[in-house]
């Protein structure tokens, strides 16, 4: 229970404590102050409730009428009330959700926790778009609704008891079933008994489905992940014709959602054979328990209805555990993963390498041996410079390690050993299939700046000269512009012009023209290097490059096993 409160406690201080979360709180307390004028619309229920019944064994048409006029101003307001608190509630939601949405999202991606969450680094977290996604909007719709009632009803059962007391003045006598004692106010204690007990049957009935729920989630996103993963990879899907295979794959995901879901409703109507007849016998067992009161002459008819209204607001009141285990086990489950992906996120930032402010000078690698995460050497460089305005190609046997050399000058490979020293001033990695964010070519090609932050004729020019000018056209023409059109050389082409946009002074080509015919990589590296004559240019392919004019061969070699991983870099 500690534990669970403390990540509720965790999660709600990022609400509270990002942008409008002063406010928030101001939402939170008027929404609150709502729901407490309904305990007070209860308590003139249960008082009506006597005076209408009263004037009906009076058979006072003129006072009944009059009491009907009563109730309907009651229910008036209270509807206001309520109404009014839901839209706040509402308003409350949507803030608090976008203020953890985004408290969340920025420590997925601060040091590039994302990376080491993929890559093993860290802990990993299965579908964190998922957690990003539904759980924040989960974990902030459950805990206002469950809060607000644990509050109303924590300040609501102190009035029912109050009215209750006064109004359960008789005892119960046991003399029927042979025993000479009396139990007063019998009416208070039946209902606290009657409660304790069906909440104990409840929880033990219950305790499963948190263990459920989770896996029920995490099922269903790995389903929607394998449906989004193919809809990213139509084209190859489609020349390969894998329908078949992909048909294997979403049916082994979706079986998944099945098998789960099957003990998940099997422990769900486990549950609902007690609170189901519970839920619906929650009115009527208070006026089976004032009866012998009524028939023993201790209270009128009116009084029996009003007993028994402050016997059930008491009772349902006090089942706000039973009636909501379901809500809660959701809720549970929801601040767990939550929790969980924070503490992953917050280990995958401290994963990444350290890195000091950059300064002038060559890029300088000394010592350097990668390995994989199981120890197994990877590349060795012993002594590599490489200065402004200079190409190099790194090359090397596939598998040797070189995309990883690269990996470990963005400070992000941590299993080596040697010193890195990078060059001041500004880089850009381009991979071999280049990444394309949502939206349109126009917007893909500042990425990852924003597109403003070039001119509209600066980015046409730029796509111009690397040749996708007039297929720029025909997607404008087409499908507004989306990237999705785009073929794999075409990507690459991108690319090379988001280096003219962006002008780097040092960019890191990972087998950035393998989809382009020798004569179009010629004639687009030559016009990077004419175009920026004083960037550094560091190639990985497996083919010698052309076009850069003066290019620097390094041949790279396997490092030796260390059994000592350690890694002393000065990354910039």
């Not at 046997?397 to 060059?423: M, R």
């Not at 001033?425 to 924003?450: E, H, N």
């Amino acid at each position: 229970m500690l534990r669970v409160l403390g990540q509720f406690w965790r999660l709600l201080s990022l609400c509270v404590k990002g942008p409008g979360g002063k406010l928030g709180l101001v939402f939170f307390a008027l929404v609150v102050a709502l729901n407490l004028g309904g305990v007070y619309a209860t308590l003139r229920i249960i008082a009506w409730t006597k005076d209408f019944y009263s004037t009906l064994e009076a058979v006072d048409a003129a006072a009944a009428l009059a009491q009907i006029g009563v109730f309907g101003m009651i229910v008036g307001l209270n509807t206001v009330r309520a109404l009014t608190a839901q839209y706040l509630n509402k308003l409350l939601l949507i803030r608090w959700r976008r203020t953890l949405t985004e408290a969340v999202r920025d420590r997925w991606l601060s040091g590039k926790a994302y990376w080491h969450m993929a890559n093993g680094d860290t802990a990993t977290i299965d579908n964190p778009d998922q957690r990003i996604a539904d759980d924040c909007r989960l974990f902030i719709s459950g805990v206002l609704s469950e809060a607000m009632d644990l509050i109303t009803n924590v300040v609501a059962i102190f009035s029912y008891i109050i009215v209750l007391w006064n109004l359960s003045t008789f005892a119960l006598s046991l003399d029927l079933v042979g025993l000479d004692v009396e139990i007063p106010r019998y009416m208070l204690v039946a209902a606290f008994v009657y409660v304790a007990l069906s909440s104990l049957l409840t929880h033990v009935l219950g305790a499963p489905l948190k263990t459920l729920y989770v896996e029920q989630q995490r099922r269903e996103a790995d389903f929607r992940f394998a449906l989004a993963r193919m809809r990213s990879n139509v084209d190859e899907i489609a020349l390969l014709g894998g329908e078949a295979a992909e048909r294997r794959t979403l049916d082994q995901r979706f079986g998944e959602i099945m098998r789960n879901w099957k003990r998940l409703i099997n422990r769900e109507l486990i549950l609902s054979c007690f609170t189901f007849p519970y839920n619906h016998t929650v009115l009527r067992i208070p006026l089976f328990v004032a009866l012998p009161a009524f028939l023993a002459g201790s209270v009128n008819f009116g009084g029996l209805m009003e007993i028994s209204t402050a016997f059930s607001s008491v009772v349902t009141t006090l089942s706000w555990f039973i009636f909501s285990y379901r809500d809660l086990a959701d809720l549970v489950a929801a601040s767990s993963r939550l929790d969980t992906f924070l503490t992953a996120a917050d280990r995958g930032s401290a994963a990444q390498v350290a890195r000091p402010a950059p300064g002038p000078g060559p890029l300088d690698i000394r010592n350097l041996a990668l390995r994989l995460p199981s120890g197994r050497p990877l590349l060795r460089i012993d002594a590599l410079q490489v200065a402004p305005g200079e190409a190099v190609w790194l090359s090397g046997a596939s598998g040797l390690g070189k995309t990883t050399l690269f990996k470990a000058i963005a400070g992000l490979w941590s299993h080596a050993d040697g010193q890195i020293t990078a060059a001041g001033g500004t880089s850009m990695l381009l991979p071999q299939k280049p990444y394309m964010p949502i939206g349109t070519v126009m917007d893909a090609v500042a990425y990852p700046s924003a597109p403003e932050a070039f001119p509209e004729e600066a980015r046409l020019a730029a796509l111009d000269a690397v040749g996708l000018r007039d297929r720029l056209d025909a997607l404008l023409g087409e499908a507004e512009g989306s990237t999705n059109g785009l073929s794999g050389g075409e990507m690459q082409r991108l690319a090379l012009a988001r280096l003219l946009l962006h002008k780097p002074d040092f960019a890191f080509l990972d087998e950035a023209t393998s989809a382009l015919d020798l004569d179009a990589e010629r004639q687009l590296l030559g016009l990077l290097r004419e175009r920026l004559p004083d960037t550094a240019f560091i190639v990985v392919a497996h083919r010698e490059p052309t076009g850069f004019g003066a290019l620097r061969k390094v041949a790279l070699g396997v490092a030796a096993a260390s059994p000592t991983p350690t890694l002393q870099p000065a990354l910039a």
